[in-house]
């Protein structure tokens, strides 16, 4: 198979395209390599995909329009795997336009250049964060989430709704992914494990949150991409059983589904911070502060669905995961 990896310099995108890889696809890799984060993480990254026989790269802005459908024209891919995005709920307070740029027009860019080229299935990121203020655990796809607290959110539920459309009008498969705060080596210095492992290293006091109250489902990247790679092989359908009089927001009448990938398991952030402090053998100086607009206070997902239709579920515990994380954070920097 010949695949179209948006983000591939990114933390997910650059783990799913090593896996297409290993196994013997073709990817094609964009990135804008932007500098919401340091951009060298970025393209080290690249220098671990590069050399490979069957991988290609191209710097492109998916919110460049003509340059998307040039690349699907002249490409024609046989699936898609799109995790390009602007990240970050904080940083919408300050950035609203990126989020619209990039989320909005980039995947509305994406989207276009499936229909007409043909693509077999595209499977795309979206976010736990589009469950918003629901408060019903663990989140499942079958909820509403009508209720984002986010700009981050609502862009990932706006995309939602447009590849729904896409799939009803022209028949295209697709498959929304929403992931659940993803972590492990080669990740994202804004996440919160990334930043308090640097500043744990380093003796500088961490910042907690909603006086750590806060819990996630942290999954392990590998675990991610697991999920990635199977959806991609199991093509969207129809669901003959879907009814308009009782709307399942899963699945659809078109070729659609959403699936949930997360470790199904809510860890609260002060037993987070002592798992990283056990994996860096130093403790945390805390300075506790406030929830911060767009937050939630808890994340948990409901995996059944995916398990169910690929046969798969997350398991890399945490204390795992992170211990992979600091010793690569050890190396990479040099601490």
Not at 79 to 96: S, T
Not at 288 to 301: H, I, S
């Amino acid at each position: 198979m010949k695949f179209l990896v948006t983000g591939a310099a990114g933390f997910i995108g650059f783990y799913t395209a090593l896996r297409l890889l290993e196994r013997g696809d073709e990817v094609v890799g964009i990135d804008n390599l932007n500098d919401y984060y340091d951009p060298a993480l970025k393209k080290a990254r690249l220098v671990n995909l590069g050399g490979r026989a069957k991988f290609s790269f191209q710097r492109l802005d998916i919110s460049e329009r003509g340059a998307m459908a040039e690349l699907f024209r002249v490409q024609r891919f046989d699936k898609v795997i799109h995790l390009a995005a602007q990240a970050g709920v904080r940083y919408a307070l300050h950035n609203p336009h990126a989020y619209i740029e990039t989320n909005i027009v980039g995947t509305q860019n994406v989207l276009e250049g499936c229909r007409h080229t043909g693509v077999s299935h595209l499977v795309m990121a979206s976010s736990s964060s589009v469950y918003g203020a629901n408060t019903k655990m663990p989140f499942s796809v079958h909820d509403n989430v009508d209720h984002p607290v986010s700009l981050y959110a609502a862009t990932k539920k706006a995309n939602e709704l447009a590849a729904h459309s896409y799939a009803h009008l022209y028949r295209l498969p697709i498959t929304a992914l929403r992931f659940f705060t993803v972590y492990g080596p080669w990740g994202r210095p804004d996440m919160a494990y990334f930043s308090f492992t640097k500043k744990i290293l380093a003796g500088e006091p961490i910042e907690v949150f909603n006086g750590g109250k806060h819990a996630r489902d942290f999954t392990y990247v590998d675990d991610i991409v697991e999920g990635v790679v199977r959806v991609a092989d199991r093509i969207a359908a129809p669901d003959p059983n879907w009814n308009g009089d009782k709307p399942d927001p899963a699945t659809s009448s078109a070729p659609y589904r959403v699936y949930n990938i997360g470790n199904n398991n809510a860890v609260g952030l002060m037993d987070f911070i002592a798992t990283i402090e056990k994996a860096t053998g130093r403790e945390a100086k805390k300075t506790f502060l406030p929830m911060q607009p767009g937050d939630v206070e808890k994340t948990y997902a409901d995996i059944d669905d995916l398990a169910r239709d690929v046969g798969f579920r997350p398991s890399t515990p945490l204390d795992v995961g992170i211990t992979r994380f600091v010793s690569w954070y050890r190396s990479y920097y040099g601490v």
